[in-house]
Every structure is written in structure tokens, then in C-alpha cells.
Nanobody, 129 residues
Framework: QVQLVESGGGLVQPGESLRLSCAASGFTFRDYGIGWFRQAPGKEREGVACITRTGITYLSESVKGRFTLSRDNAKKAVYLQMDSLKPEDTDIYYC???????????????????????WGQGTPVTVSS
């Protein structure tokens, strides 16, 4: 059974940092791309940062230069380091696994939510002074 558990969210002031973690189980972690998405009630879901099985990353323009994505296959975890946080980063952040195994020849990561079939419960991030 595929499970994704997010942690690390919280309340911070603008300019501060948070590190989100996504712990995975129930599948061969090293074979799959993982993504971080965010969505507030009533808003569209946004693909924030995604990483392929080989470590190729995609970052949305809204977070590029501020967020960093990494994975640790030994620990079956993906980490989203969020620096220089802004009030507009306030959202619920979800970790997701791609529907299908990544092929090794992938040269880019996708953050299209339709490519992801398994989702965690989310962790809230609030950036406010």
C-alpha cells in the first residue's frame, strides 16, 4: 500500500525558512518521481517542485531561487527546503508519487498533477508577520 506522509509545516514569519519532509513506503521508492504541490481551499493546485528518480528537478517560477528539492533513496524520503518564505507561499503542501515508474532516459521532471496518482494528507504552511 502506497503511503506518503508529509511533515515539517508550520507558522513562520516572512523571510524565514522551513524544511518539509515526505516519507514514503509501500513501493520501490527509487523508481518513482516525487512531487510537491500546494493548494489552498478554493484555489487551483500548483506544482511547486518535482524530482525524477535520477534526481532531475523542476521548480516553478514562483519558488525558483528560494526552494530546493532533494531526495534520499536510502531513507525513502524527499525534502523541500523553503527559504525566504513569503506570505503568498501560505498553503497546504502535498507530496505525491507519479503514477508510473520513471524511465531512466528522462531528461526533465514534470509537475503536471495529472501524472501523479498517490497523494499524502498534506502539511500546512503559514507565512505571516
Amino acid at each position: 500500500q502506497v503511503q506518503l506522509v508529509e511533515s515539517g509545516g508550520g507558522l513562520v514569519q516572512p523571510g524565514e525558512s522551513l524544511r518539509l519532509s515526505c516519507a514514503a513506503s509501500g513501493f520501490t521508492f527509487r523508481d518513482y518521481g516525487i512531487g510537491w504541490f500546494r493548494q489552498a481551499p478554493g484555489k487551483e493546485r500548483e506544482g511547486v517542485a518535482c524530482i525524477t528518480r535520477t534526481g532531475i528537478t523542476y521548480l516553478s517560477e514562483s519558488v525558483k531561487g528560494r526552494f530546493t528539492l532533494s531526495r534520499d533513496n536510502a531513507k525513502k524520503a524527499v525534502y523541500l527546503q523553503m527559504d525566504s518564505l513569503k506570505p503568498e507561499d501560505t498553503d497546504i503542501y502535498y507530496c505525491a508519487r507519479k503514477t508510473n515508474r520513471d524511465i531512466l532516459a528522462l531528461t526533465s521532471a514534470t509537475c503536471a498533477s495529472a501524472a501523479y496518482a498517490y497523494w499524502g494528507q498534506g502539511t500546512p504552511v503559514t507565512v505571516s508577520s
